[in-house]
């Protein structure tokens, strides 16, 4: 495959509009999961997804223009899935099965577009909205903030020239293989790309990519992006999010059913996935309080990825239970994915080695680590940490605690309710980067 010239690409970025979303398929995989399950047990739920600026100091809409902003928003809504992109999802073979996406939901996705969003400037930000069917505001999340991090990016290096933009990805790219060579020493790592939402560009995750399948090889087992996975021939990862939870809680009629959800999103999971899928992602509302509660069965799962929490105590605290519950941890899955760097990803490996099976879901630091790469300091190519989370469904609040509060979000007296029933031990309040 010849390579972009990613320099004068983005030095040649003035057509009236360079899309920054090409696809539908340039999403994360667990998305599509999803996607097929709520279609499936919850066709009726309206759920509105919105966006959150966690580095509040960076004001985006100072940054970005708004007129772009709209042109990309809505150039993604005319995109529909191509032929050949159904022939794929509906042919290829995803964690060992065939046929993961029943006929009659892909039929349903052929039809799919993008439902319209609503869009607002206030104090240096944007409100960004999405209202709707469950089944179709969820499919907003990845694209939008894949185009407001390129968005940032682009004005970042609107100012700079030819040369000037060559050494910056030459040493972005440098920067990134240091890294590639300090991973080749773990020949049993399992390692794989989850930078879709935060990443610097499409072009610049795809060479990332590119760099991993050729850096580290049968090691990096493949990208959560699942158009970069058809493109390049890699396997397509992923599991289930945290909107699972947040929406089944949201719809709980009562205590009691509030403090059930958790575990009703892995039975409904588990009607339609099993395998390497049956992952736990146990922090919405706080892992402790998880595991406190948990049935029996759900030692029965494949594995957990303890998301929020520190890495080595979120671990060994899932070890710990795994063995109350009489399973042999060696035998179980632990897949890290926060916040994760080449020394996080180190430490952890080396702490957990022999104790778990493991992998990792490098995500922002793979695709947007351009720190001091630019000729002259450019705070704008510091990457954000930028989300955009369930916020109501059914016109009922969504909350998520997190094992960190500063990533907790919902309405305060919300939260204050779910932290009365679910408690808040082993939160641990720590800075968020990414």
């Known amino acids: 495959m010849a390579r972009t010239d990613i320099a004068r690409r983005v030095y040649n970025h003035t057509w009236k509009l360079d899309p920054i979303i090409r696809s539908l398929l340039d999403t994360d995989f667990y998305k599509l999961l999803m996607l097929q399950m709520i279609w499936g047990l919850y066709p009726t739920v309206q759920a509105t997804f919105t966006l959150i600026n966690r580095t509040a100091s960076v004001r985006l809409a100072d940054e970005i223009d708004e007129a772009e902003l709209r042109a990309q928003l809505d150039h993604a809504r005319t995109i529909r899935f191509s032929k050949k992109e159904m022939i794929w999802l509906a042919g290829n073979s995803f964690y060992g099965r065939r046929q993961i996406f029943d006929p009659d939901f892909l039929a349903w996705l052929a039809g799919f577009r993008l439902p319209e969003y ?10 960004l909205n999405f209202h709707g069917p469950w089944s179709e505001t969820t499919m907003w999340e990845i694209p939008a903030l894949a185009i407001i991090n390129e968005l940032r990016s682009r004005a970042a290096m609107r100012s700079l020239g030819p040369f000037a933009l060559d050494v910056l990805y030459a040493r972005a790219k440098a920067k990134t293989w240091a890294k590639v060579e300090r991973l080749r020493k773990y020949p049993d790592l399992q390692i794989s790309d989850f930078g879709t939402r935060r990443r610097h560009s499409f072009l610049w995750q795809r060479w990332c990519v590119e760099a991993l399948k ?26 289930n999010a945290h909107e699972l939870p947040m929406v089944l809680a949201a719809l709980a009629r009562n205590d009691e059913e509030l ?16 395998g390497n899928l049956l992952i736990v992602l146990p922090d919405s509302f706080g892992t402790a309080a998880f595991l406190k509660d948990a049935p029996d069965w759900v030692a029965d799962w494949t594995g957990f990825r303890p998301d929020s929490a520190p890495a080595i105590e979120g671990g060994e605290k899932i070890i710990e239970w795994w063995k109350e519950k009489g399973k042999d941890p060696r035998k179980k899955l632990l897949i890290f994915s926060d916040a994760l760097d080449v020394e996080t990803i180190e430490k952890a490996y080396l702490h957990f080695r022999g104790k778990a099976r493991l992998s990792f879901g490098w995500g922002t630091n793979l695709t947007n680590d351009f720190v001091d790469c630019a000729p002259e300091r450019n705070d704008q190519l510091r990457a954000i940490s930028l989300v955009c989370k369930v916020s109501e469904a059914n016109g ?29 031990k082993d939160r641990v309040r720590q800075p968020v980067t990414v």
């Open 214 to 239: 050729e850096g580290i090889g049968a090691a990096f087992t493949g990208t959560s992006n699942v158009l970069l996975a058809m493109d390049t021939d890699l396997e397509a990862l992923g599991t």
């Open 396 to 424: 009922h609040p969504a909350v998520k605690l997190s094992d960190n509060p500063e990533k907790a979000t919902g309405d305060p007296k919300e939260v204050e309710r779910y932290l009365r029933i679910f408690g808040s």
């Open 259 to 274: 403090r059930a959800a958790p575990y009703k999103v892995l039975t409904d999971w588990q009607s339609y996935y099993g």
């Open 118 to 127: 609503e869009l607002l400037r206030r104090d240096g930000q944007y409100e």
